[in-house]
Structures are given as structure tokens and as C-alpha cells.
């Protein structure tokens, strides 16, 4: 199944999820769109739940969504983990969006720019300049961090 198709496909899921909530049969759904079921499909559609919920302010539904792809074996990425992140962020739980970034290295996945630079803004914007410091140390050290003078043509840093 191409990427394409998924991202029809996950639109028409969302549809339906938003039209008859969660207490359809999804199985029949599925069968009268002519979906097939893949472990990218059934990834995305939770991811785009996990972020909608979060923007909704909904911090305790996008978790048991998190919780439940980790369950599942449902393999977590940066957008994963920076949607969940921002939402914790969010809700003021900046401790627990640094213990994330933690969790998402352990687990394996490499935080990007994103995830760096969501985690310092709300650190900053919350007082909190030496946790602020230690994740752009750490962002440094791991070779997150471009200059922004490195995006100028013929530009090196000494």
C-alpha cells in the first residue's frame, strides 16, 4: 500500500470515527470502504487522534491513545513523541515532558529539532532557564543544532 493511499484512507477513517464516534463496528466500516488494514494505517489514524486530542486540551485522552500504541506494539517516531510532548508541555507537566524526551532516546527514537526546540520554548516560557540550558546542551551534544548562520551560502563556523 503506498503512502498515498494511506493518506486518503486515513482522512476517510477519521470521517467516519468523527461522524459515528467510537461505538460503531469499525471492522464492517472498513469492509464497506474497501479499506485494507495495514500496521501504517492503523499507526497514523492514532497518531492524527493522539494530536487532535492533545490540541483539544484533552492531555488524559491522548495519553491512554500514547499508552495504548506503546501496548499494541505500535511503533512510536518523532511525530509520535513530539505530539505527545507539546501536549504534556501544554498542560503545564514540563517535568514530565524532559522524563518523554528521556523515554523516546531509551525506546530507541532520535529526538529532531522539533522535539528540542518545543521542549526549550515551554521550559523558557515557564522560568525554568537551567532545565532550558541542560536540553539544549544535550540537544548540542547529540548534533541537533545547526548555527543559524550555517543556512548562509559559503558560510563556516570556526
Known amino acids: 500500500m ?49 494530536k487532535q486530542t492533545n490540541y483539544a486540551g484533552e492531555l488524559e485522552k491522548a495519553q491512554v491513545v500514547f499508552d495504548e500504541m506503546i501496548t499494541n506494539g505500535q511503533l512510536l517516531n518523532v511525530f509520535t513523541y513530539n505530539a505527545m510532548i507539546c501536549g504534556v508541555c501544554m498542560a503545564g507537566k514540563l ?10 532516546e531509551s ?7 522539533t522535539v528540542y526546540s518545543t521542549l526549550v520554548s515551554y521550559l523558557q516560557n515557564d522560568g525554568k532557564l ?8 544535550h540537544m548540542v551534544e547529540k548534533g541537533q543544532y545547526a548555527h543559524p548562520l550555517s543556512k548562509f551560502k559559503g558560510y563556516r563556523s570556526s
Open 130 to 137: 537551567t532545565e532550558a540550558h541542560e536540553v539544549i546542551t
Open 2 to 50: 503506498e503512502f498515498k493511499n494511506v493518506k486518503i484512507h486515513i482522512t476517510r477513517v477519521l470521517e467516519v470515527l468523527q461522524q459515528d464516534g467510537l461505538g460503531f463496528h469499525m471492522k464492517a466500516a472498513l469492509d464497506e470502504l474497501h479499506i485494507e488494514v495495514s500496521g501504517l494505517l492503523v499507526r497514523e489514524v492514532l497518531f492524527k487522534i493522539l
Open 95 to 104: 517535568e514530565e515532558a524532559c522524563s518523554m524526551l528521556k523515554d523516546m
Open 107 to 113: 525506546r530507541g527514537c532520535n529526538p529532531n529539532l
